[in-house]
């Protein structure tokens, strides 16, 4: 067998236990490979044994028992390993890994050389992406006005999402702090089809991040002809006392209205350039809309408001009796709409 390594008991430097996760974990529902050998130094013909377990914890929870190896004696020369596969649970933000280990040189049952210890390896920090309900896919031909429904999601509780819409490369609309399975809908009014080519293909992206990954949504759909007519106003702008920060609009219609509206409004009216912000999806639940804008250039604040009414048919007609719309500031002077 050739001389023994000169070794003494107890000397810990001579071996010990790796654990190797191949590849390193970067992602919930990933697989990775576990490996855990018992090494030694001095590279010797003799023989070892050792003892391994793994467990690990998620989120910061209790540490779950992997699994454990037992190295009988064998020779050093044949590196022999212990492998495992783990599929990191799909709810995992935080890993983090535990080994315990013991490992010794013998020659005829005299222990050498012994090393024992607990190893932590991590935490590794995953991002859950965020996710879009639906499918891509191709809408076919869109000569009217029509929206696309959708909701967001995110499994990470902390994240704070924003959606992005655009319309042929163009942004519609970006709403900051979107909900978690609230539904929206991307709004594609008669005066957008207007401005859109004919015969061609028409992209439509919803976008949501967590500023860390993003997911998108993809439709094309094509138009071949102009839709029909559509009726827009704006409400003239109103001096308030202080900066907007909410709004609710109201708009009365005919009870058979067969159109669809779209909402728009802006807290700094009296600039050259107003910040307009699309709330339809809070005007037709009836709720209140938090203003994204807060700077203005002219010298003082002021709101307006803009309703777009897309006829559906040929044979609709489009009835506006009344409107009206209040905010959480009060108008300059005490004036009423």
């Given at each position: 067998?050739?001389?023994?390594?000169?070794?003494?008991k107890?000397?810990?430097?001579?071996?010990?236990?790796?654990?190797?996760?191949?590849?390193?974990?970067?992602?919930?529902?990933?697989?990775?490979?576990?490996?855990?050998?018992?090494y030694?130094t001095?590279?010797?013909?003799c023989?070892?044994?050792?003892?391994?377990?793994?467990?690990y914890a998620?989120n910061?929870?209790?540490?779950v028992?992997?699994w454990?190896?037992?190295?009988?004696?064998?020779?050093?020369?044949?590196?022999?390993?212990?492998?495992?596969?783990?599929?990191?649970?799909?709810?995992?933000?935080?890993?983090?890994?535990?080994?315990?280990?013991?490992a010794?040189?013998?020659?005829?049952?005299?222990?050498?050389?012994?090393?024992?210890?607990?190893?932590?390896?991590?935490?590794?920090?995953?991002?859950?992406?965020?996710?879009?309900?639906?499918?891509?896919?191709?809408?076919?031909i869109?000569?009217?006005?029509?929206?696309?429904?959708?909701?967001?999601?995110?499994?990470?509780?902390?994240?704070?999402?924003?959606v992005?819409?655009?319309?042929?490369?163009?942004q519609?609309?970006?709403?900051?702090?979107?909900q978690?399975?609230?539904?929206?809908q991307?709004?594609?009014?008669?005066?957008m089809?207007?401005?859109?080519?004919?015969?061609?293909?028409?992209?439509?992206?919803?976008t949501?991040?967590?500023?860390?990954?993003?997911?998108?949504?993809?439709?094309v759909?094509?138009?071949?002809?102009n839709?029909?007519?559509?009726?827009?106003?704006?409400?003239?702008?109103?001096?308030?006392?202080?900066?907007?920060?909410?709004?609710?609009?109201?708009?009365?219609?005919?009870?058979s209205?067969?159109?669809?509206?779209?909402?728009?409004a802006?807290?700094?009216?009296?600039?050259?350039?107003?910040?307009?912000?699309?709330?339809?999806?809070?005007?037709?639940?009836g709720?209140?809309?938090?203003?994204q804008?807060?700077?203005?250039?002219?010298?003082?604040?002021?709101?307006?408001?803009r309703?777009?009414n897309?006829?559906?048919?040929?044979?609709?007609?489009?009835?506006?009796s009344?409107?009206?719309?209040?905010?959480?500031?009060?108008?300059?002077g005490?004036?009423?709409?």
């Amino acid at each position: 067998m050739g001389r023994l390594p000169d070794v003494t008991k107890g000397d810990t430097d001579r071996c010990g236990c790796h654990f190797r996760f191949s590849p390193t974990p970067t992602a919930a529902g990933q697989t990775i490979t576990i490996d855990f050998s018992v090494y030694d130094t001095t590279y010797w013909v003799c023989t070892r044994k050792g003892f391994g377990m793994l467990s690990y914890a998620i989120n910061g929870g209790d540490f779950v028992n992997l699994w454990s190896a037992y190295d009988a004696s064998y020779e050093l020369e044949q590196n022999r390993r212990h492998r495992t596969t783990f599929t990191i649970p799909a709810d995992a933000v935080t890993l983090e890994f535990k080994g315990t280990w013991s490992a010794y040189l013998d020659h005829e049952n005299e222990n050498l050389a012994k090393s024992e210890g607990t190893n932590y390896y991590g935490p590794y920090y995953f991002n859950n992406p965020p996710t879009i309900s639906g499918e891509d896919g191709n809408l076919g031909i869109h000569n009217l006005a029509f929206g696309i429904p959708y909701q967001v999601n995110d499994l990470d509780a902390g994240d704070t999402l924003t959606v992005t819409e655009t319309l042929n490369g163009k942004q519609l609309r970006q709403i900051r702090s979107a909900q978690r399975g609230e539904k929206y809908q991307v709004t594609i009014s008669n005066a957008m089809l207007t401005a859109l080519p004919m015969n061609q293909e028409i992209p439509v992206e919803i976008t949501v991040s967590d500023s860390k990954d993003q997911a998108v949504r993809s439709y094309v759909f094509k138009k071949t002809a102009n839709p029909e007519p559509y009726m827009e106003y704006s409400i003239r702008p109103v001096e308030t006392e202080g900066m907007a920060k909410r709004i609710v609009a109201y708009q009365q219609t005919e009870e058979s209205e067969n159109y669809l509206v779209s909402v728009y409004a802006c807290n700094n009216a009296f600039d050259q350039h107003p910040v307009w912000e699309e709330f339809s999806d809070q005007y037709h639940r009836g709720i209140g809309y938090r203003f994204q804008n807060r700077e203005k250039a002219a010298e003082k604040w002021g709101i307006s408001v803009r309703f777009i009414n897309s006829k559906l048919s040929t044979t609709d007609s489009i009835s506006i009796s009344g409107v009206a719309f209040a905010v959480d500031v009060p108008l300059a002077g005490g004036k009423a709409i």
